[in-house]
């Protein structure tokens, strides 16, 4: 009988620790669970978007520089033009005084 009523009350005491104890902290453990794969998805979409954004910087500063490039060619070849036509309207100017 004295067996009985200790396996009793040890059996008692095993259901009020799981329900007092131990239930609470796997809900809490799965709780966090959610929480933290939520954050790893948030995360992952923040790091693609941080890429996607260093890809367009990096293709941003390329068309920069390749309009620098091209303004400087530009400039060249205009001063370039710009002689040739100074020189021929000298030589046109020139051969009218000879036709004349």
């Known amino acids: 009988m004295v067996t009985f009523i200790l396996s009793f009350l040890s059996k008692k005491r095993d259901e009020k620790i799981l329900e007092e104890i131990i239930k609470p902290k796997d809900e809490l453990i799965q709780e966090f669970y959610q929480d933290n794969v939520l954050l790893y ?26 309009e620098e490039e091209y303004k ?14 100074h020189k021929l309207e000298k030589e046109n100017n020139h051969l009218h005084k000879i036709i004349n």
């Open 41 to 66: 998805k948030e995360l992952s979409k923040q790091a693609k978007v941080i890429e996607e954004a260093e890809k367009y910087q990096n293709e941003r500063e390329k068309i920069f520089a390749d």
């Open 72 to 85: 400087e060619k530009s400039f060249e070849l205009e001063h370039k033009y710009h002689n040739k036509i």
